[in-house]
């Protein structure tokens, strides 16, 4: 089993106290200011479709649907971060519930393959330019470039014109590091495990995604 190296730095040493209600979630910084989540900035995009599809298969198998799809993608990235922080162990992987450890076992060749050095992992981030923050997936060297690397799951295969948040989510988030940290993200990676299919993988540029980021701040936060 791989084992990662971990870089520690000084300027990522806090967290942020989030709170979250009906209008969506807010985190606090260090300095006080409270932000929306880039999460709920981005909220609108697709929102038509999702009404849409809502209203189509009916409210309460809609709310069905997206609670398994919620605890399904959190699951995933429980065991994607034991993995990373070299924490999960052969044994470990065994007891999975099948359909957790199909879809680690689709992504981990992958981030093996792939992953260098580590920087951060589930970090709490903000920007005073941006006036957003968040809580990112991964940070780290990603087939040899400084990366936000961001795990998604999926029952089907994404259509990339429908999952635009996705990148100016991580875009967002490579501004909101280099903001505090100084060290400059040019390089963004969504990776998408799909229950029937394969794992989808989307390296990306933040300059494609930055204006339409910004019209969201500007219209949203």
């Known amino acids: 089993m791989k084992t990662f190296n971990h870089v520690k730095l000084a300027a990522l040493d806090?967290?942020?106290?989030?709170?979250?209600?009906?209008?969506?979630?807010?985190?606090?910084?260090?300095?006080g200011e409270k932000y929306k989540s880039i999460t709920t900035v981005l909220s609108n995009?697709?929102?038509?479709?999702?009404?849409?599809?809502?209203?189509n298969v009916g409210e309460e198998r809609a709310d069905k649907i997206s609670k398994k799809a919620a605890n399904r993608g959190t699951k995933v990235h429980m065991i994607c971060e034991q993995y990373i922080d070299n924490g999960l162990t052969d044994f470990k992987i065994k007891t999975l519930m099948p359909d957790v450890k199909d879809l680690f076992l689709k992504l981990r060749p992958i981030?093996?393959?792939?992953?260098?050095?580590?920087?951060?992992q589930e970090q709490a981030l903000?920007?005073?330019?941006?006036?957003?923050?968040?809580?990112?997936?991964?940070?780290?060297?990603?087939?040899?470039?400084?990366?936000?690397i961001d795990f998604k799951t999926s029952t089907k295969l994404k259509v990339e014109e429908n999952i635009q948040n996705y990148f100016m989510q991580c875009?967002?988030?490579?501004?909101?590091?280099?903001?505090?940290?100084?060290?400059?993200?040019?390089?963004?990676?969504?990776?998408?495990?799909?229950?029937?299919?394969?794992?989808?993988?989307?390296?990306?540029q933040i300059h494609?995604?930055?204006?339409?980021l910004m019209q969201y701040i500007d219209k949203y936060a």
Do not use: C
């Open 45 to 55: 995009h697709n929102k038509q479709a999702i009404d849409e599809w809502r209203k």
């Open 111 to 120: 981030i093996d393959e792939n992953l260098g050095d580590v920087y951060t």
């Open 14 to 31: 806090f967290d942020l106290v989030a709170e979250t209600t009906d209008s969506g979630r807010r985190y606090t910084t260090p300095t």
């Open 126 to 148: 903000y920007s005073q330019q941006l006036r957003v923050a968040g809580r990112v997936d991964l940070i780290g060297i990603w087939n040899g470039k400084l990366s936000v």
């Open 208 to 212: 494609d995604y930055q204006k339409p």
């Open 171 to 204: 875009t967002a988030y490579a501004l909101m590091f280099s903001e505090l940290t100084g060290m400059w993200i040019d390089d963004i990676v969504v990776l998408i495990a799909t229950e029937e299919g394969p794992t989808q993988v989307f390296e990306r």
